[in-house]
């Protein structure tokens, strides 16, 4: 996808609705492209089942997406945010030193006629047609997720309101809900001065125009009746009406003969400026709602699942695909954004679209350069929902359109394995060792970059990607109705939490325990040992914001060890406790903290669990008397679950209602190249999790 810039970001609703100014180089017009979009506060909502719908707004000549934004937008935003819809608005004024223009602005890389130019020397940059309905829906669905399935709508104004009309008319059946216009130019073929001067240099002739004319296109067979209704408004004291060049009759005369239904109200006073379009904007966002919600209710209703024929009609099996990513070039190093190839997954591989990661601490410390397997370049990330979008040979557990978290921690289940076999573990060795060179299981990596050269892969999973490639030992395929933007988090920190309470410790009913660190995992931890039955819950840490946390999901004493001119295990046993607690956990990574941790595990039968990761070189110590004494020290990684069996049981779970996790999620952001916002919200010490949306 073409990189994406954000000029600006204007909030215009009061109730979190956002306008952000974006540029981008179009491949269409060959030139840079603005568009502004409308996003309204309840794009995240957790209510809401299906994506948000979006209307596309088109100017007339000359109109930028500023026009609207200044002149209309308070009324359109506000009635667009009581409605939950997005609204997208290209800037299609002329632009661009190098390609053609004229003072008058009729004609450029994006006057008013929303059509693709065959004439030269036009038709080099301007194909209006495919940018509005290819190129920026790409655009716009791939960014923010909103106007899938065909939930958006047009509308538009003046030449702006006839290209509304007649993509509409155009456009295969489905493909745009509704249209709706203002003042729009209804019969530009007859000719009229804009039609004879656009058709004649871009097509080369007015009579080729008359494909692309509102009138000509309601007579074609199949045109009229696509929609149940077309809403046009129109000003009496238009200064266009009375020169003859609107022709709304003849419009409404042909529509009738041909049997398509028209609303069209003639707004007595109103000319052909902004304030009219101001003046009615709100009544054309509710026209269009009303049909985007009644197409909505029939996604719902097939739980918009994306199915196996969805992603294959996009016949990309079998081929490299290029997506952005985004990749570690060195430690330390901020994350760039790049266009890859992902090529096809190989033997007992699968590639997947990755619908949304979550970033983990593990990711940092591995950027940050204190993983000692850390390998640059590669792509992070590992904790994420996905579809699969094709499968390589001999793979039989998944399929094209299943739903899969990938898991760091792989199971491949065959009878020789004695790690799968054994109740014991979870640590399945089938591909430790090319997982942690960065290859897939063959020794060769699935990523290639803009000069052709490899880029490692990480964890097995390298899910900063709109694409990756997985070991099918790697892929928990979970329940079709999953959210995958929430059970995403099941991919590593909080089920590795949730299982080194009740698989790795097995926390019995009430029993003590003391948690270490109050990120997600920590977080998570307490929640664990609170569904166990746990009676005494201690939470530390040296942030005290994230207390309110903790005692929201089960602590019963919040310690904050910058309290004490002592060491804090001698505090928890001995002050806190008489002995110290039944289980301790630690979630920091610090070695201090984990031996901090386990001297404040019960004699004679305390045990410490190690979650966090240590830098590269860090060596945990003790005096030997604390396990002399019946205290044990382990670990746990991935929380001891059985990816592929017990994944998916957790996701059960929480579908259910009796696992929640929603609250973990503090931060989201929208594409892929968000990604260093997201790692900022993580180092801000108010995250839990940030959850990018690609």
């Known amino acids: 996808m073409p990189e994406l810039e954000i000029l600006s970001t204007t909030a215009v609703t009061g109730k979190g609705g956002v306008v952000h100014r974006v540029k981008h ?47 209309a937008g308070g009324n359109a935003f506000a009635k667009a945010e009581e409605e939950g819809i997005c609204m997208v608005m290209p800037d299609t004024s002329p632009r661009g030193d190098s390609i053609p223009s004229d003072d008058a602005y009729d004609l450029g890389t994006g006057a008013g006629f929303y059509i693709n130019a065959t004439n030269a020397p036009w038709d080099k940059n301007y194909r209006m ?34 290209g509304a009309i007649t993509l509409a008319l155009k456009a295969t059946p489905g493909t745009w809900c509704s249209v709706s216009a203002f003042a729009p130019i209804c019969h530009p073929s007859k000719p009229s001065p804009w039609g004879e001067k656009a058709f004649n240099a871009y097509l080369g002739s007015v009579e080729a125009g008359r494909d692309h004319d509102a009138t000509e296109l309601i007579q074609k067979p199949g045109k009229a009746g696509i929609y149940d209704d077309i809403l046009i408004d129109e000003g009496t004291n238009d200064e266009f009406v009375a020169k003859g060049q609107l022709l709304l009759e003849d419009f409404e005369a042909a529509a009738s003969t041909a049997g398509q239904k028209l609303t069209i109200r003639r707004q007595n006073g109103f000319d052909h400026s902004y304030h009219f379009i101001a003046a009615f904007i709100a009544d054309h966002v509710a026209f269009h709602s009303k049909k985007l919600r009644k197409a909505q209710g029939v996604l719902a209703a097939k739980d918009l699942k994306v199915t196996a024929e969805t992603l294959s009609a996009a016949s990309t099996a079998g081929k490299p695909i290029q997506c952005k990513a985004m990749v570690a070039r060195a430690p330390k190093q901020p994350l760039t954004v790049e266009t890859i190839t992902v090529n096809p997954p190989q033997a007992g591989e699968v590639r997947v679209k990755v619908m949304a990661n979550a970033l983990c601490h593990t990711d940092i410390y591995t950027l940050d350069g204190h993983d000692p397997e850390g390998l640059f370049p590669c792509i992070l990330g590992h904790e994420a929902g996905c579809i699969v979008e094709s499968v390589g040979e001999g793979v039989t557990s998944v399929k094209v359109g299943d739903k899969v978290i990938p898991c760091y921690t792989p199971q491949c289940a065959e009878a020789q394995c004695v790690f799968c076999m054994s109740p014991k573990t979870n640590l399945c060795p089938k591909i430790r060792g090319t997982q942690g060179a960065g290859f897939m299981p063959d020794g060769t990596s699935r990523f290639v970059d803009k000069d052709g050269k490899p880029i490692y892969h990480f964890m097995g999973c390298s899910t900063m990607s709109e694409y990756t490639v997985l070991a099918e030992i790697s892929c928990a395929k979970v329940a079709d109705e999953a959210p995958l933007e929430k059970v995403c988090l099941f991919g590593c920190g909080v089920a590795t939490g949730l299982g080194a309470v009740w698989n790795t410790c097995k926390v019995e009913p009430d029993s003590s325990v003391a948690v270490f660190g109050l990120g997600a995992v920590g977080l998570s931890v307490i929640q664990g040992a609170k569904m166990a039955g746990a009676s005494r819950i201690f939470a530390v840490d040296i942030n005290p914001k994230k207390f309110d946390s903790a005692i929201a999901l089960g602590a019963t004493d919040c310690v904050n060890s910058k309290d004490y001119d002592k060491p804090i295990q001698k505090v928890i046993a001995g002050e806190l406790t008489p002995w110290g607690v039944d289980y301790s956990f ?109």
């Open 25 to 71: 180089a179009s491949t269409a017009t060959k030139t840079d492209m603005i568009f502004a979009i409308f996003l309204p506060g309840s794009i995240y909502d957790k209510d809401n089942k299906t994506p948000l719908p979006t209307i596309y707004w088109l100017s007339g000549l000359t109109c930028t997406d500023a026009n609207f934004c200044q002149k």
């Open 129 to 162: 047609e495919e940018y509005i309905t290819t190129e920026l829906p790409a655009l716009v669905e791939a960014e923010w997720g909103v106007g899938v399935h065909g939930l958006r709508s047009l509308s538009g104004h003046s030449m702006g309101g006839h």
């Open 586 to 694: 630690d979630c920091t990574g610090n070695v201090q903290v984990m031996r901090a941790a386990l001297e404040c595990a019960h004699r004679g039968w305390g045990t410490s669990c190690v979650i966090g990761v240590a830098a590269s070189g860090h060596e945990i110590s003790t005096r030997p008397f604390q396990l002399v004494t019946g205290r044990v020290w382990k670990g746990t990684a991935f929380g001891g679950w059985k990816s592929r069996k017990d994944v998916p049981h957790l996701v059960d779970r929480y579908l259910a209602g009796t696992l929640p996790i929603d609250f973990y999620i503090t931060h989201q952001f929208s594409g892929v190249d968000k990604t260093n916002d997201a790692i900022t919200a993580l180092h801000s010490g108010d995250c839990l999790r940030a959850v990018v949306h690609y």
